[in-house]
């Protein structure tokens, strides 16, 4: 699946003045939010606190204290595509004390619908990534209709035909057409309808 990363580098919201926050790293694939905390912290305890405001109401994202053999770090598999959250780190050092970082304000990347086809051009076998947005986890699958089509829209290969997750998914394509027959040079379309929109991507075939 496509890898969407990022890295955000805060002022200090509590610590003191002359010092910053940490870094944060942020991964977000299969429908689930990973936030990391820049920095190692092994045989330190903590914990992670989630709001949808900077200012408000913050709730623990997992209900206990956890050690850090490395990296401090939380899976958020709740977070919604589009959706803005604020998350603080408390860490609970060997020597005793509290450190809090944040919050930090995260963004979850929001799938389009999109459909594109790696490499392209390309004279064989190909591969095809066909997107839909929403939460994998939360919301439902949409039917799907993927096809190459011709300059004369014509279909030369349908590629996929029925319900398919939210998010990225990837499908080998052989370079064939429904025929079996290797594509001939020329200009094709990928076409993926959903009932929720289209996409259409222009593909180059060369011999």
């Known amino acids: 699946m496509r890898r969407l990363s990022m890295v955000i580098l805060l002022a200090a919201l509590t610590a003191a003045p002359a010092f910053a926050d940490p870094g944060i790293t942020v991964d977000y694939r299969d429908g689930s939010l990973r936030v990391t905390l820049a920095g190692s912290y092994a045989g330190t305890f903590y914990q992670v606190w989630r709001s949808g405001e900077m200012v408000g109401e913050y709730d623990p994202v997992f209900a206990q204290r956890t050690l850090c053999t490395a990296d401090c770090f939380l899976a958020d598999h709740e977070a919604i595509p589009g959706e803005t959250y604020f998350y603080r780190f408390e860490l609970y050092p060997p020597e005793g004390g509290l450190v809090s970082y944040g919050p930090y304000p995260v963004t979850v990347p929001n799938t389009p619908i999109a459909a594109s086809i790696r490499p392209n051009p390309s004279n064989g076998a190909a591969q095809l990534q066909l997107s839909i947005p929403g939460h994998r986890r939360l ?22 035909a029925g319900e398919l997750q939210r998010g990225v998914t990837s499908l080998a394509w052989d370079g064939r057409d429904d025929a079996g027959t290797p594509l ?24």
Request: zero cysteines; charged letters at 30%.
């Open 139 to 160: 919301d439902s699958p949409l039917r799907v209709d993927a096809r190459l089509i011709d300059i004369q829209g014509r279909t030369v290969r349908r590629v996929y």
């Open 184 to 207: 001939d040079a020329g200009i094709y379309f990928l076409r993926m309808a959903t009932p929720i929109g289209n996409s259409i991507t222009r593909i180059v075939r060369f011999r």
